[in-house]
């Protein structure tokens, strides 16, 4: 089975730091797309950040100049750096990424969540 296993998260002080992973497992020759959502209690899960097959990335207004979404299909692993971070960050953050397999098939996965708190 193909799998994404997130890492990284954890609470950190405004303007502090954080980058999130999410690793890939399994028999995938590379990230054709990754997403970030992030889900707050009593809202909606929301699109944080996305890079494209061609690499093209979008932010969502929220998070643009302070979010920088990357891959490195090498590590079969996809990043979010979340710099300033702000109290309103505070979220469960899931990767989802669809996956260019060795059999010539695709896949979409979703990784577990990991808590982002950003608390003084």
């Known amino acids: 089975q193909v799998q994404l296993v997130e890492s990284g998260g954890g609470l950190v002080q405004p303007g502090g730091s954080l980058r999130l992973s999410c690793e890939a497992s399994?028999?995938?020759?590379?990230?054709?797309?990754m997403n970030w959502y992030r889900q707050a209690p009593g809202k909606q899960r929301e699109l944080v950040a996305t890079?494209?097959?061609?690499?093209?990335?979008n932010y969502a207004d929220t998070v643009k100049g302070r979010f920088t979404i990357s891959r490195v299909n090498a590590k079969k692993t996809g990043y979010l750096q979340m710099n300033s971070l702000k109290p309103e960050d505070t979220a469960v953050y899931y990767c989802?990424?669809?996956?260019?397999?060795?059999?010539?098939?695709?896949?979409?996965?979703w990784g577990q969540g990991i808590q982002v708190t950003v608390s003084s």
């Open positions: 989802n990424a669809n996956l260019q397999l060795t059999t010539g098939w695709t896949q979409t996965s």
């Open positions: 399994g028999s995938i020759l590379s990230i054709n797309i």
């Open positions: 890079v494209g097959i061609g690499g093209t990335t």
